[in-house]
């Protein structure tokens, strides 16, 4: 079964940072554009970052100084490093997919995992 995982999430305090992984079961992450996004409670999901297989990434406005995609092709997984984290930021984050070689339009992703809470204490 073709699965997304995250991993990495957990509860930090304002200015700390966490990087967040995601892997892939039945699936190579390599020949597909990957990306993050989150979803707070009571909120619209938010597109935050993408990474192309021809290397090229996407990183959203709102997070654009804060937050960095890469992949471990070695490894196959690709990260989410979250740096300088507020309150605001608290949200389950979910890396996804559109199963194509580049980043979709508004990092509208069409798969996704179970998702990985992250909560930021002020």
């Known amino acids: 079964q073709v699965q997304l995982v995250e991993s990495g999430g957990g509860s930090v305090e304002a200015g700390e940072s966490l990087r967040l992984s995601c892997t892939g079961s039945?699936?190579?992450?390599?020949?597909?554009?990957i990306g993050w996004f989150r979803q707070a409670p009571g909120k619209d999901s938010e597109g935050l970052a993408c990474?192309?297989?021809?290397?090229?990434?996407v990183v959203g406005e709102s997070v654009k100084g804060r937050f960095a995609i890469s992949r471990d092709e070695f490894k196959d997984t690709v990260f989410l490093q979250t740096n300088n984290l507020k309150p605001e930021d608290t949200a389950v984050y979910y890396c996804?997919?559109?199963?194509?070689?580049?980043?979709?339009?508004?990092?509208?992703?069409?798969?996704w995992g179970q998702g990985t809470q992250v909560t930021v204490s002020s």
């Open positions: 039945e699936v190579d992450l390599r020949d597909h554009a």
């Open positions: 990474s192309a297989i021809n290397g090229g990434k």
């Open positions: 996804g997919t559109s199963w194509g070689r580049r980043c979709p339009s508004n990092l509208d992703f069409h798969f």
